[in-house]
């Protein structure tokens, strides 16, 4: 009994039973170490914390103890601000503005990204992976999580003028249309007033601009300068209504495939097969950054193209030709119409800049299993 009193002093309850034999005693110490589980008893485990906590001072280098943790979790921020961090890229680490495509692991990229991977990864020779778990990432193995643009599209954004916020959804409507500050220009642009200011501030400036009582004279320079932009339009579609009146055109769907030189660092140049058009043949070339070393080191892409004529002609052929994007493509392309004459010598012509908008849209291209356009060449008869 002596043994089972000091025991008690140390913690451990002592099970009482109603008779004092020994048989009792057992099965009280027993049921006291089923109590306290495997491993150490229970009433020891209790001892050894207490001791350890009475004896020995916190480490401040230990990590910090569940407790704290579930109370910072408690004191977490909005969950659209928690939401942001889960639904943003894993590339560019911002919230998606359109599409969102995900790879065969679940990890998020924003259209813009993506696409910008898989044309450095065609620009470096190699298969483009995700940048969390290094999968395989293709147009083929990766698809869109609609169910994340419609939760992206809910949640609440900054305007850029206002600074309220409003869903993903509506936010582009509010700010070109509905915000009271945002941007505009005052309606006499068209003869020279430079204003610009938020949009609550329009009618007074209107009411006392003074560019509507400008004389006659001083608004000549003004409207100049904008005939001189618009002859550049026009002159642009006037030559192509004047090409479409030639004799001889053809047109063709041209498919640039992506090969590789034979250099020791090897350079992305495309290529397409041969085709014919007004009875003769034809190969398209095109090369990235003008042939540049390193064009995946460079945010600024490029391409240029060059029309080479496979045939032999007996006289001189003279031709304008330009390429516009493909029936089934998105690429937005500009139009411009270019001229050559060919001959036996002279069959291949410059390379001239394919007349994309932006690098966002080269780097479609580049991404593209193949580039897919259109050729249009007019013969010109003397």
Same mark, same amino acid.
């Given at each position: 009994m002596s043994t089972l009193e000091e025991r008690g002093e140390v913690g451990v309850p002592v099970a009482t039973a109603p008779s004092s034999s020994s048989a009792g005693l057992g099965v009280g110490a027993a049921g006291a170490g089923l109590e306290a589980g495997p491993g150490m008893p229970g009433g020891q485990e209790e001892a050894g914390i207490r001791r350890e906590g009475a004896g020995q001072e916190p480490d401040p280098d230990a990590p910090p103890k569940k407790r704290v943790r579930l109370m910072q979790e408690g004191e977490a921020c909005k969950l659209e601000e928690r939401l942001y961090a889960v639904l943003c890229c894993t590339v560019c680490l911002d919230l998606p503005k359109a599409s969102v495509y995900q790879c065969t692991n679940g990890h998020l990229m924003c259209a813009g990204c993506f696409i910008h991977l898989l044309a450095d990864a065609r620009l470096k020779e190699e298969q483009a992976t995700c940048p969390n778990c290094r999968c395989e990432i293709s147009k083929s193995l990766c698809c869109r999580n609609l169910a994340v643009?419609?939760? #992206?599209?809910?949640?609440?954004?900054?305007?850029?003028? @206002?600074?309220?916020?409003?869903?993903?959804?509506?936010?582009?409507?509010?700010? +070109?249309?509905?915000?009271?500050?945002?941007?505009?220009? @005052?309606?006499?642009?068209?003869?020279?007033?430079?204003?610009? &200011?938020?949009? *609550?501030?329009?009618?007074? *400036?209107?009411?006392?601009? @003074? *560019?509507?009582?400008?004389? &006659?004279?001083? %608004?000549?320079?003004?409207?100049?300068?904008?005939?001189?932009?618009?002859?550049?339009?026009?002159?642009?579609?006037? &030559?192509?209504?004047?090409?479409?009146?030639?004799?001889?055109? &053809?047109?063709?769907? #041209?498919?640039?495939?992506?090969?590789?030189?034979?250099?020791?660092?090897?350079? %992305?140049?495309?290529?397409?097969?041969?085709?014919?058009?007004?009875?003769?043949?034809?190969?398209?070339?095109?090369? #990235?950054?003008?042939?540049?070393?390193?064009?995946?080191?460079?945010?600024?892409?490029?391409?240029?193209?060059?029309?080479?004529?496979?045939? +032999?002609?007996?006289?001189?052929?003279?031709?304008?030709?330009?390429?516009?994007?493909?029936?089934?493509?998105?690429?937005?392309?500009?139009p411009v119409i270019y001229h050559y004459v060919f001959s036996n010598d002279a069959n291949e012509t410059d390379y001239m800049p394919l007349p994309i908008i932006d690098s966002i849209e080269c780097n479609k291209l580049l991404a593209a299993k193949n580039i897919n356009l259109r050729l249009f060449i007019f013969q010109i008869q003397k």
């Open positions: 643009e419609k939760a #992206v599209s809910e949640l609440p954004f900054e305007c850029n003028f @206002c600074l309220k916020q409003f869903p993903r959804s509506v936010l582009e409507r509010h700010q +070109k249309e509905e915000c009271q500050d945002r941007v505009t220009v @005052c309606k006499y642009k068209r003869i020279g007033c430079p204003w610009k &200011g938020p949009f *609550h501030e329009l009618t007074v *400036h209107e009411a006392e601009c @003074c *560019h509507p009582t400008k004389t &006659g004279n001083e %608004l000549m320079g003004i409207l100049d300068e904008m005939d001189q932009s618009h002859r550049k339009e026009m002159q642009l579609y006037s &030559g192509i209504f004047s090409l479409l009146c030639f004799e001889k055109i &053809g047109f063709t769907e #041209v498919q640039f495939r992506p090969y590789r030189t034979d250099d020791f660092i090897t350079r %992305l140049y495309y290529e397409t097969p041969r085709f014919t058009v007004l009875n003769q043949t034809w190969v398209l070339k095109a090369r #990235v950054n003008d042939s540049e070393r390193n064009p995946n080191l460079s945010c600024k892409r490029t391409l240029s193209f060059q029309l080479i004529l496979k045939s +032999k002609i007996n006289s001189a052929l003279e031709c304008s030709y330009l390429l516009l994007k493909g029936p089934y493509d998105d690429v937005k392309i500009k």
